[in-house]
């Protein structure tokens, strides 16, 4: 079993700045994709930021604003999120995909707000 813990998120100004962190734990083999959803109300689950064994997928609508990477530790991965905009008000969620020594994975955390309002 791989668990997600979250940290980071919370309310902040427009032009403000979060950072949140993800960190996979249990008997994790490797790790193919890590990153960062989102779900704003009334609206689907969507990528914001992962890391892949192919590289880097960030979505459209925070390129130049939001950066991922990896933190210390292999199995974690950082969203340094500036220049936050209201519509970046969102459930943010961790999801990891890989394996452990006997099985594939695929875990999500349990998510983490982020609202931005002035």
């Known amino acids: 079993q791989v668990q997600l813990v979250e940290s980071g998120g919370g309310s902040v100004q427009p032009g403000g700045s979060l950072r949140l962190s993800c960190t996979a734990q249990?008997?994790?083999?490797?790790?193919?994709?890590m990153g960062w959803y989102r779900q704003a109300p009334g609206k689907q689950r969507e990528l914001v930021a992962r890391?892949?064994?192919?590289?880097?997928d960030i979505a459209d609508s925070v390129k130049g604003r939001f950066t991922i990477s990896r933190g210390n530790s292999e199995n974690t991965v950082e969203l340094q999120m500036n220049n936050l905009k209201p519509e970046d008000t969102a459930v943010y969620y961790c999801?990891?995909?890989?394996?452990?020594?006997?099985?594939?994975?695929?875990?999500w955390g349990p998510g983490t707000q982020v609202t931005v309002s002035s």
């Open positions: 249990g008997n994790i083999f490797s790790i193919n994709a």
């Open positions: 890391i892949t064994h192919m590289g880097t």
């Open positions: 999801n990891a995909e890989g394996y452990t020594d006997d099985d594939d994975f695929g875990s």
